[in-house]
């Protein structure tokens, strides 16, 4: 196969469609992707394996391509409403990169009734001139049921949502307490006051901490330090390798977390229970046990299993307020506890020295949360503010993670350590080019340090901009993934990192705690037989080789040979890295459906806010009261062309030279909502139609909006009216394609319909 991008190559890779018709080709070789035009797409379906051959470069310069092979259909089963039209059903998907509506015979419709939100399990691939044909294996409910957009989601991403029987049948013969046999060669430190520090919200605790004044050595090399303590839930101890437990846990990788609800990676026996450091209880955890310098250096660090006695169960709020006030009312109520949070606070102060010596990156970010009423559905969305608190914990799970990677590096154990490398050449390009236009007078080097990142944000962050630059310096770096071969933690600037902190949550650390305990025990930790990585996983395969590819570019040197343990490491890192996206990803898919849902309640109001990126076809505006996006598309920018200047990234009017920008504060009306498509479009307000707009709402008229209400895309749901409607002549083709197939599949029916769900 051709690497090539020349006329007439043919590759392969997985379909990417879009909302509009039109779709992609995501290379295997890692080259750019093929566009695909609408016909092309005809006989396809997202994630479809194909071979497409290179035809031509379209308009814009892409390389076009034609589908000569399906190599493989994607097996992932389709969410959508079920509809009727001239009394052919049809489910119209929820993720419209499909494209395409599926066609069900009468008999495949299951008990579904028309609106309801059904998941369609084909049964004919779509072709040049016929649609997709399936039949309906799981009915989920209205699509105003609350927790819909969850359940929409978990299927949409793929994401394991039901533990299999044999992992609740070994969870049901677990214990629910510490046994006398799991106390044995492990240090009692029930005496310790170690504390959990979470969230009002936190339901499992896998972290405490403790910290008391220490000094190592004697006399005039006496070093005056702090011992930290952080001890971690022992889920290695009650979790085995190769287990149902952790077929399950390796299968999900993370916990998803969604606003109201939570996809655990481990049984809720555990989770909440067995493995979760609640107070006043006999917990088995991993200790980190270090001493930290009054410069924030870890001059020494063990790793033991031990016995712990949770003494309090803090929250983030709480401990700020004590930090605040040691007189305080919360402070009387845990005075026992005080001085021990002071110690915490001195010793974070010692880390926070070493991590501004080390010139790590250290942006301030809004985080919001979503806050939900009984029904799920948003009451507010509100800033989620980081206090004292929650840097404190922060900067204790970071040396505890940093010291088990060292530990892991120096022991030549393989493992799995959490790298995060620097801007790519084409990112660090566009970096630097836009630092050369905005006239900083800063710029970052061909071969950048994270200090020069943390410089130019230091320089900038009193600066009316400071907005728009801090957002470049944070898009120009790469994502965190896990891999057996290390090569540094770019951002927190460490030469050697990992994740020990949450093995209730996430698989890579429990992994390291595994090879930790390995190598206290001078044995050596061998992965379970793993599945083997699949389509998922491709891109970010890609992205390994190619870093491996540059780093041994140089003379001279030729590239280590991976040997099947090592293999085996690089899969579990490719998966985990790959699941930890799809967490992400439907995570923020129910975030934006609900924001959406939101911004339907407010359609035609006005409000302040600020762009937050500019595209070649609009801006995005954040809003200062929602913390709401949404789009301005370039249509409604003004009368007049506006020209996308990729190195200040931003757009420009061309006759009046108005700029839009990220840090821009604008106005602008909530014009449309599409739920389905989970996108808002905003409508910009110049200053004078703002005043015109308000003195008309003062006055009881209203403006017209270009979107139906939420109550009419309703009434056409129930009734069977697809919003977005096919032309006549496909309804015809649909309709006689129905019938057919209907009859060819009715005997069948009933069978169909026996069929036990099978388990995602």
């Not at 997202?46 to 589908?67: F, L, M, Q």
């Not at 190598?519 to 793993?530: A, D, F, G, N």
């Not at 924001?595 to 035609?604: D, F, P, R, S, V």
Request: hydrophobic share 35%; charged share 30%; with cysteine.
């Amino acid at each position: 196969m051709s690497q090539t991008s020349g006329l007439l190559d043919e590759v392969e890779g997985i379909v990417q469609g879009h909302r509009d018709g039109h779709g992609f080709v995501s290379r295997d070789d890692g080259a750019p992707d093929i566009y695909l035009p609408p016909n092309e797409m005809r006989a396809v379906l997202h994630k479809d394996r194909v071979k497409v051959r290179i035809v031509r470069s379209d308009r814009k310069g892409r390389p076009e391509g034609r589908v000569v092979e399906i190599l493989e259909r994607s097996k992932q089963p389709i969410i959508g409403r079920l509809l009727q039209e001239s009394g052919v059903w049809l489910v119209a998907p929820e993720d419209k990169r499909y494209g395409q509506d599926v066609l069900i015979p009468k008999g495949a419709t299951s008990v579904a009734k028309v609106g309801q939100v059904v998941v369609v399990e084909l049964m004919e691939p779509p072709a040049l001139f016929g649609q997709p044909v399936g039949r309906i294996k799981e009915v989920l409910g209205e699509v105003d049921d609350p927790g819909m957009e969850i359940e929409i989601a978990v299927r949409k991403f793929s994401v394991p949502y039901e533990f299999s029987e044999a992992c609740i049948a070994l969870a049901r013969t677990l214990p629910d307490k510490v046994r006398p046999q799991d106390r044995l060669e492990r240090i009692d430190l029930t005496d310790v006051p170690l504390v959990t520090i979470d969230g009002e919200d936190a339901r499992d605790f896998d972290d405490a901490v403790y910290c008391e004044p220490a000094t190592k050595g004697r006399g005039r090399t006496a070093i005056k330090g702090w011992r930290l303590l952080v001890a971690i839930a022992d889920v290695s101890h009650y979790v085995e390798t190769g287990s149902a437990i952790d077929v399950d846990a390796y299968d999900r990788a993370t916990s998803v977390y969604f606003p109201r609800r939570v996809i655990p990676m481990l049984p809720e026996k555990l989770s909440n229970g067995l493995c979760s450091l609640n107070p006043e209880v006999e917990r088995l955890c991993m200790v980190c046990d270090m001493f930290v310098t009054e410069d924030g250096e870890v001059n020494a660090y063990q790793f033991y299993p031990a016995l712990m006695w949770s003494h309090a169960r803090f929250t983030y709020t709480e401990v700020a307020a004590i930090l605040g006030n040691t007189r305080g009312p919360e402070a009387i109520k845990r005075k026992e506890r005080v001085g021990d949070l002071l110690n915490l606070h001195g010793v974070y102060q010692s880390l926070l020295k070493s991590r501004q010596k080390r010139g790590a990156v250290d942006f301030e970010t809004t985080e919001t949360q979503i806050v939900c009423d009984e029904n799920g559905r948003i009451e507010k969305i509100v800033p989620r503010t980081r206090n004292v608190a929650h840097r404190v914990i922060e900067e204790a799970m970071l040396a505890a993670n940093v010291c088990s990677a060292d530990y892991i590096a120096q022991s030549k154990h393989p493992g799995l350590f959490r790298v995060h490398e620097g801007p790519t050449p084409e990112k660090k390009e566009i970096l630097q080019n836009y630092l050369k236009v905005t006239g900083l007078g800063m710029t970052i080097s061909d071969d950048p340090s994270p200090g020069e990142f943390q410089a130019i944000a230091v320089a900038t962050k009193d600066r009316p901009d400071a907005q728009q630059i801090h957002s470049m310096l944070l898009r120009s770096m790469q994502q965190a993934i896990y891999t057996p071969a290390n090569s540094g933690h770019f951002g927190l600037a460490y030469g050697a990192y990992t994740h020990f902190t949450s093995p209730i949550r996430r698989y890579p650390d429990l992994l390291v705690h595994r090879v930790i305990k390995a190598i206290l025990e001078k044995s050596r930790y061998q992965l379970p037989v793993l599945p083997t990585p699949g389509e998922a996983h491709a891109k970010l395969a890609r992205r390994l080789e190619k870093g491996l590819a540059s780093r041994v570019a140089q003379p001279k040197q030729a590239p280590k040979k991976t040997n099947a343990e090592g293999m085996a490491w690089l899969a579990a890192g490719l998966h985990c890295s790959a699941n930890e996206r799809r967490a992400d990803e439907a995570s923020r898919d129910v975030e934006a459906w609900l924001k959406c849902k939101y911004m339907k309640e407010h359609l035609g109001e006005e409000y302040g806010g600020v762009v937050t990126a500019a595209t070649s076809f609009g801006v995005f505006v954040t809003l200062d009261a929602m913390y709401v996006e949404g789009l301005v598309h370039i249509t409604e920018l003004g009368g007049e062309y506006f020209r996308f200047d990729e190195a200040r990234q931003e757009l420009r009017g061309e006759r009046t030279g108005t700029r839009y920008a990220i840090g821009t504060r604008v106005r602008i009306q909530v014009s449309r909502v599409d739920l389905d498509g989970r996108k808002i479009d905003f409508r910009l307000l110049q200053d004078g139609e703002a005043l015109l707009s308000r003195a008309m709402a003062d006055k009881g008229l209203g403006r017209d909006v270009k979107s139906r209400s939420s109550k009419d895309e309703r009434s056409e749901a129930v009734a069977g009216v697809r919003p977005l409607s096919f032309k006549a002549e496909t309804r015809q083709r649909s309709a006689s394609k129905a019938a057919k197939t209907s009859k060819s599949q009715d005997k069948g029916s009933a069978s169909q319909k026996k069929a036990p769900r099978k388990r995602r």
